[in-house]
């Protein structure tokens, strides 16, 4: 989603935006953020507030746009989470009620963009000068600047195929400071679709976190651009992009927006920071320690917790042996768990590991903090990493992952089983009740019997909707 909002966009987003009727975008969450952030504007600035609220909304349905087919009327379609909508009505419908999280954060940042070019426009300050680069890099109008010139290859090269086997997916972070994260947005924006990419972009003053599809030559550009750009090149390299087998396939949009966390632990990083994480170890020195970890299975007590620190369904398929896995929905229920299991905790040395080492770099700074431990450490480059370096090493079963291939195989070990039968099963699939986002295990044998819901109550649902439209949804996130 864009969060640029220089004027060179144009007056057809204006048009847009004045066509619009005033829908109610309704907030989900218990303390209402729009009615929050609204609070927080000074007078002048208040005054926007609807203009700019109506502006992000148009500008994400405007992102959805597609072609309809030369036989119909009308000339364009909209087509998000996996749906396709052939008025307005629909699609606006659908984004007031499916994505005010989206749409708040856009409003905040064209009202934050506002303010900041009133701000410069009132009061150029001479310091400044001093961090060229940030000067040009606040400049919107530059974004294009910062693309890399793709004249020589032609669109089929950088389309990726879904049947295509020269697709791939990147899967990378990087904690750095960021001044102006809004700029780096709108950049980000701009290069996934002039590289005709896919996947999710989370941008913070404290980083970046992306997991974006394409072909393998699209993917390229990607880590090339990121690698030469100033405000990363000094702290990521190309280690730090991981890899798998995918494409633009594999995500059903592109999403890119700013955040307070790249990483949704639920708590300020001004409070819990990435710069007080465990320490690092390589895939080979926690192989090593997770052997040691083994070696003393027979011992009455161990000094040392293996910990995932992953969601329940994603530590059901695939998990180190010997593992800690923590009953926890949602990486936000993370810091919880740690305060009600503290005891158990302390004075251990703590192994963590998550799919590519994000959550591990804020989760061991919130360990640590706790100080009851005797250490702390993380493996680099997460589950990704490793099972790069030791397929058949101590983690058994598939990797999950957050995109339409639920899971990576590197091994052949099935550590799952059918939710109704038992045998022996590691497949999700998206609960069969329309609306419903839980991951369900369910065998072909009980698939074919009718047994596709995550519960029974679902099950029930599912077969009193049945002569009903059906909707598609999103997988758990």
């Keep these: 989603m864009p969060s640029s909002t220089s004027s060179d966009q ?27 952030l609204k609070a927080e504007l000074d007078g002048i600035t208040k005054k926007k507030y609807s203009f700019a609220k109506k502006k992000a909304f148009a500008l994400f349905v405007k992102t959805k746009q597609v072609l309809a087919p030369p036989f119909e009327c009308k000339e364009k379609w909209w087509k998000c989470c996996q749906q396709l909508f052939v008025d307005p009505v629909g699609i606006h419908r659908h984004v007031a009620t499916q994505h005010t999280d989206e749409i708040y954060h856009q ?18 300050r001479p310091a400044d000068r001093k961090n060229p680069f940030k000067e040009h890099l606040t400049r919107s109008d530059e974004v294009s600047a910062w693309l890399p010139d793709i004249s020589c290859f032609s669109p089929d090269m950088l389309i990726s195929d ?29 290069l996934c679709e002039h590289l005709h990419l896919t996947g999710k972009v989370r941008i913070a003053n404290e980083g970046i976190n992306g997991t974006v599809g394409g072909s393998k030559l699209a993917t390229r550009l990607y880590v090339e651009v990121m690698l030469s750009c100033p405000l990363f090149k000094d702290c990521l390299c190309k280690d730090d992009f991981k890899t ?26 001004s409070e819990i920071s990435y710069k ?85 770099e804020r989760g061991s700074a919130y360990l640590k903090a706790k100080g009851v431990c005797k250490e702390v450490f993380q493996l680099k480059g997460g589950i990704h990493k490793y099972l790069e370096e030791f397929p058949d090493g101590f983690y058994k079963g598939k990797l999950f992952v957050f995109d339409e291939r639920y899971a990576l195989s590197y091994n052949s070990n099935v550590v799952s089983a059918c939710s109704y039968c038992g045998a022996q099963w590691d497949q999700y699939k998206l609960c069969s009740t329309p609306q419903c986002r839980q991951l369900v295990l369910t065998c072909p044998a009980c698939q074919g019997q009718g047994s596709t819901a995550c519960c029974v109550t679902c099950q029930d649902k599912g077969s009193k909707q049945a002569s009903g439209p059906t909707q598609d949804s999103f997988k758990e996130e």
């Design 10 to 36: 144009g007056d057809d987003q204006e048009a847009c935006v004045l066509t619009f009727s005033d829908l109610d975008l309704k907030d989900t969450n218990l303390d209402n953020p729009s009615i929050s």
């Design 107 to 124: 409003t905040a940042s064209i009202l934050k963009q506002m303010a900041v070019t009133l701000s410069t426009s009132k009061n150029f």
């Design 162 to 190: 879904h049947n295509c086997e020269e697709g791939e997916v990147l899967l990378y972070y990087c904690y750095r400071d960021l001044e102006d994260p809004h700029w780096v947005c709108a950049w980000q924006t701009a």
């Design 244 to 269: 798998s087998k995918g494409g633009a396939h594999c995500f059903p949009e592109l999403r890119v927006g700013v955040f307070e966390e790249i990483v949704p632990m639920g708590i300020s990083p």
């Design 276 to 360: 007080k994480s465990g320490i690092h170890l390589t895939p080979g020195e926690f192989h090593k320690e997770v052997e040691n970890l083994l070696s003393q299975a027979g011992q009455e007590q161990s000094d040392t917790i293996l910990l995932d620190c992953r969601n329940f369904y994603e530590s059901k398929i695939g998990r180190f042996q010997g593992c800690l896995a923590p009953d926890i929905r949602k990486f936000s229920y993370f810091p919880s768990y740690v305060d009600k299991n503290l005891e158990l905790f302390r004075e251990k040395r703590v192994l963590m590991y998550c799919t590519g080492g994000i959550r591990c």
